[in-house]
C-alpha cells in the first residue's frame, strides 16, 4: 500500500499562486503515473492533472491549463502542482493520486490516494 501525502494547500486570494507538493510515505514514485484531483464542496471529485513516470508526457484538464503545471523530482520522490492564476472556481481539496496504470485521468483508474490538502481562493 502506497501512503501518500499532500502538502502546500491554503487561503489565497485570486489571481496568486501555491504549489502543492505529494509525496510518498515508505515508498518511491518509482514508475507510477500521478495524478492530481481536487473536490469543490457539494461536487464530484474531478481531475485536474496527471503525469507519467518518466515525466515525458503530462496532461490538464481543460478549466486549468495553462494555469498549473504538473513536475515531478525523483530525487526529491516529490510530485508537484504548481497553480498560478488562481480563480475562486478553483476552490477545493486537492488530492494526490497513484496508478500503475500507463496513463490515467477517471478516479478509477487510481489505486492509491492522499488524504487531501485545501486550497481556498478568496475573491
Known amino acids: 500500500q502506497v501512503q501518500l501525502v499532500e502538502s502546500g494547500g491554503g487561503l489565497v486570494q485570486a489571481g496568486g499562486s501555491l504549489r502543492l507538493s505529494c509525496a510518498p510515505s515508505?515508498?518511491?514514485?518509482?514508475?507510477?503515473?500521478m495524478g492530481w484531483f481536487r473536490q469543490a464542496p457539494g461536487k464530484e471529485r474531478e481531475f485536474v492533472s496527471a503525469i507519467s513516470w518518466s515525466a515525458g508526457s503530462t496532461s490538464y484538464a481543460d478549466s486549468v491549463k495553462g494555469r498549473f503545471t504538473i513536475s515531478r523530482d525523483g530525487a526529491k520522490n516529490t510530485v508537484y502542482l504548481r497553480m498560478n492564476t488562481l480563480k475562486p472556481e478553483d476552490t477545493g481539496v486537492y488530492y494526490c493520486?497513484?496508478?500503475?496504470?500507463?496513463?490515467?485521468?477517471?478516479?478509477?483508474?487510481?489505486?492509491?490516494w492522499g488524504q487531501g490538502t485545501q486550497v481556498t481562493v478568496s475573491s
Open positions: 515508505g515508498r518511491t514514485i518509482g514508475t507510477f503515473t
Open positions: 493520486a497513484a496508478t500503475a496504470r500507463i496513463y490515467g485521468s477517471r478516479e478509477r483508474e487510481y489505486d492509491h
